[in-house]
């Protein structure tokens, strides 16, 4: 999924407005203007449209997690150069502070992201959702394909916003 894409739907599920969705980015001390937004909010075809970077999305996901859970102490969370689906996955997953009762370590305890996918109508099982938020050199990693993003987020937008059609 393209950046812009994931942004538009975070957007949604959370009924951000402009003011918000600034205030993000100013949480990852990124600024950020509403015409800049705008651009990057609009869909694909139409000609205003401007593609978020890498850089800045990570920014803004680096902002939801600042303003959701608070800055931590000492070292800033890095700013990916490349964003893959996985580091979004894992991004948000920290921002929405979707996590069981610290189980295993190892494990994503992610009973509220199993939770918010299966809302989807889409199955997957805690195992093959922990591969996607493991290092990659780890061998038990698996690459997020859009199809779970998608998927995760349309069932996120369920839970949250009660809703399974609307804008995305």
Request: no cysteine.
């Given at each position: 999924?393209?950046?812009?894409d994931?942004m538009?739907?975070?957007r ?5 407005n402009?003011?918000?969705?600034i205030?993000?980015f ?11 937004l705008h651009t990057w ?24 997690i600042n303003?959701?859970?608070g800055k931590?102490?000492?070292?800033e ?12 996955f ?7 502070n ?19 996918m299966?809302?989807s109508?889409?199955k997957?099982s ?8 493991r ?9 997020c ?5 998608r998927?995760f987020?349309?069932?996120l ?7 399974s059609?609307?804008e995305?």
């Open positions: 999924m393209i950046n812009n994931v538009r739907r975070v949604y599920i959370f009924d951000f402009d003011a918000k969705m205030e993000i100013a949480q990852a001390d990124y600024s950020a203007t509403v015409a800049q909010l609009r869909k694909e075809d139409d000609p205003a449209f401007v593609a978020i970077t890498d850089i800045q999305f990570s920014l803004f996901l680096n902002g939801l303003l959701n859970r931590r102490e000492g070292v969370a890095p700013v990916e150069r490349r964003l893959t689906n996985n580091m979004i894992m991004k948000l997953k920290i921002a929405l979707m996590q069981a009762e610290a189980v295993l370590e190892a494990m994503v305890q992610a009973e509220a992201v199993l939770e918010a299966d809302l109508g889409f997957i805690k195992h093959e959702l922990s591969a996607f938020f290092k990659p050199e780890n061998r038990q990693y698996r690459a394909n859009d199809q779970i993003m998927n987020l349309k069932g937008q369920i839970k949250i916003r009660g809703e059609g609307g995305e």
